[in-house]
């Protein structure tokens, strides 16, 4: 079986890592610590294919520990146990270094079945994991850890990696390879910060590419097709996933259309349509809310029409609906007067019904006052009468406050007209 590129190009040293200048350029801290030699237990975070196992293994040579590798998705309590047993061995004499990649798929079980050993230092950790470790990672654990954040590489650090590889793989051939003007620098671009994505489709480019007069050329139109999508970095169930949502609803929060529509665009790209319709109707009701009541069955018929249509044409009435959310005014009183009164209800802050409330149809023996006494507001002018509808503990209570758009505006004009009437007349 061939070893893929990305693992015969791994880099050996520090200063070969693509990327990552905010941790391993001379003299920032992860450098320096190590250059110490003294290593700490170690969290590294971060999207695949940006140097976290590399940096791992280079730091694995660098120590007279014995490195145990594990992977979350395949390890379970056994391998752990088989790790802890090797402890106080001829063959971990140091203690041991274990590198733990994708640690968010034990379970918390099996991360605490590591913390005895980690706390005396018979253990060093090094887990990476592309999901938030704050998340997934217990806390006691990782109470015990220093977490790295590694960032996706910019297409100028991945230039450098690709030229390389086109290079090696001409010596590793023995054949010469051309590649058409603008080839590097797209798929620097399309791997979307993945540098073994980078390095994958540069293999791809090679093998794909025909041989013509003892030369093999790589042409634009190949090197598009071969890295098509490869750009999107998308999981249903990770961070990702979040991260484009949040930014989703945020820039049609902030009223920008050209953003909105981009990571619109990245939703429905990857076919999540039930995802974006739903935070667009999210974003309808908090963030345009009373300052455009209208604009919620409006994106209401959007989305239905959306997922009566599905893919691709879905992306027509989406398209319309995110503009004129971004366009609409914004008004999030409703919402904020809502969770002002949950927050009440969860403090406790309740009572009885008022009598006038209730669903009243027979006064006890007990009962000195008899009747109700509600007063029906249809009786009087414009409807509206004043009395008590909040519970005794909560009769002052002011939830909800007019937003400052036209809308909303014209209806506290409306009703302080009409309650400083009924104060007259009262």
Known sequence: MSVPLAERLRPQTLDEIVGQRHLLAPGKPLRRIIESGELPNMVFYGPSGVG????????????DRHLVRLNGTTAGT????????????????????LYLDEIQYLNKKQQQTLLEYIEKGSITLIASTTENPYFYIYNAILSRSTVFEFKSVGPADVVPAVERAFTFLRDERGE???TEAGVTE???????GDVRKAMNAVELCVLSAPLTDGVRRVTMEAAAELTQKSAMRYDR??????????????????SDPNAALHYLAR???????PSACRRLMVCACEDVG?????????????????????LPEARIPLADAVVLVCNSPKSNSAYLAFDAALTDIK?????????????????????????QFYVYPHDFENHWVAQQYLPDALKNAEYYRFGDNKTEQAAREYWDRVKQKEGRST
């Open 237 to 254: 169930a990770g961070d990702d996933h979040y991260d484009i949502l949040s930014a989703f609803q945020k820039s049609m929060r902030g």
């Open 78 to 97: 056994a391998e752990i146990k088989d790790v802890i047993s090797r402890l106080d061995s001829f063959l971990a004499p140091n203690g041991i270094l």
């Open 347 to 371: 403090a406790g802050k309740s009572g009885p019904i008022p009598r006038t409330l209730q669903n009243v149809h027979y006064d006890g023996e007990d009962n000195p006052t008899k009747g």
């Open 52 to 63: 976290k196992t590399t940096l791992a293994s280079i730091i694995a040579r660098r120590t």
């Open 176 to 178: 010469p390879i051309e």
């Open 267 to 273: 939703l429905l790209e990857a076919g999540d349509l």
């Open 186 to 192: 797209h798929i620097a671009r399309a791997c979307g």
């Open 290 to 310: 009373l300052a455009y009541p209208m604009i919620i069955p409006i994106v209401k018929a959007a989305v239905d029409a959306a997922m009566m249509v599905g």
